[in-house]
Nanobody
C-alpha cells in the first residue's frame, strides 16, 4: 500500500500562485507515476499533471501548460505542483495519485489517492 497526503491548498485571487505538496509513504518503491488530478464542482475528475517517479518525464493538461510545474523530491518521497497565473477555472479539489503499473494520464488507472486539498481562485 501507498499512503498519500496533500497539503498547500487555499484561497487566492486571479493571477496568484499556490504550491501543493504530496507526501508519499509505505511501498513507495512500487510507484511508477505520480499525478495531480483535480475535480471542479459538478464535474468529473480531470488530469492536471504527471511525473514519472524515477525518470522525471512530465506531462500536462493543455490548459495548465506554461502555468503549472510538477516536480519531485525522491529523497523525501514528495511531489509538488507549483501553480502560477491561477484562473477561476482552476478552482477545485486537487488530488495526488500514484500509479504502480505504468505511465498514464487517465485518472481511472491510478491505484492510490490522497484525501485532496481545496484550491479556490477568486475573480
Amino acid at each position: 500500500q501507498v499512503q498519500l497526503v496533500e497539503s498547500g491548498g487555499g484561497l487566492v485571487q486571479t493571477g496568484g500562485s499556490l504550491r501543493l505538496s504530496c507526501a508519499a509513504s509505505g511501498r513507495t518503491w512500487s510507484i511508477y507515476t505520480m499525478a495531480w488530478i483535480r475535480q471542479a464542482p459538478g464535474k468529473e475528475r480531470e488530469f492536471v499533471a504527471a511525473i514519472s517517479w524515477n525518470g522525471g518525464d512530465t506531462d500536462y493538461e493543455d490548459s495548465v501548460k506554461g502555468r503549472f510545474a510538477i516536480s519531485r523530491n525522491n529523497a523525501k518521497n514528495t511531489v509538488f505542483l507549483q501553480m502560477n497565473s491561477l484562473k477561476p477555472e482552476d478552482t477545485g479539489v486537487y488530488y495526488c495519485a500514484a500509479n504502480s503499473m505504468t505511465w498514464s494520464v487517465n485518472p481511472a488507472t491510478y491505484d492510490y489517492w490522497g484525501q485532496g486539498t481545496q484550491a479556490t481562485v477568486s475573480s
